[in-house]
């Protein structure tokens, strides 16, 4: 029997726990990855809208600071 949302590369039973995840975003149009100081933001666009992560590092910040290049 399989779980919504089984794929070939993940399946559902496979995961521990531990907060893992796996979203899918079947109308996907375009990403971004922006360096941050704590980590990375990380903004995905689709045809429903802007999904941001925020990829915080728990124990550790950039040893210097970012350089200020803009995405177009």
Do not use: C, V
């Not at 399989?2 to 899918?24: A, L, Q, V, Y």
């Not at 975003?25 to 941050?36: G, L």
Request: glycine share 6%.
């Amino acid at each position: 029997m399989t779980k919504r949302g089984d794929s070939p590369i993940t399946k559902w039973d496979d995961i521990d726990h531990r907060g893992d995840s796996f979203h899918d975003f079947p109308t996907y149009i375009k990403h971004w990855e922006e360096a941050k100081p704590w980590g990375w933001e990380l903004r995905i666009l689709t045809e429903n809208g802007l999904h941001t992560f925020n990829l915080k590092w728990k124990d550790y910040k950039r040893p210097r600071e970012l350089s200020q290049r803009k995405h177009p």
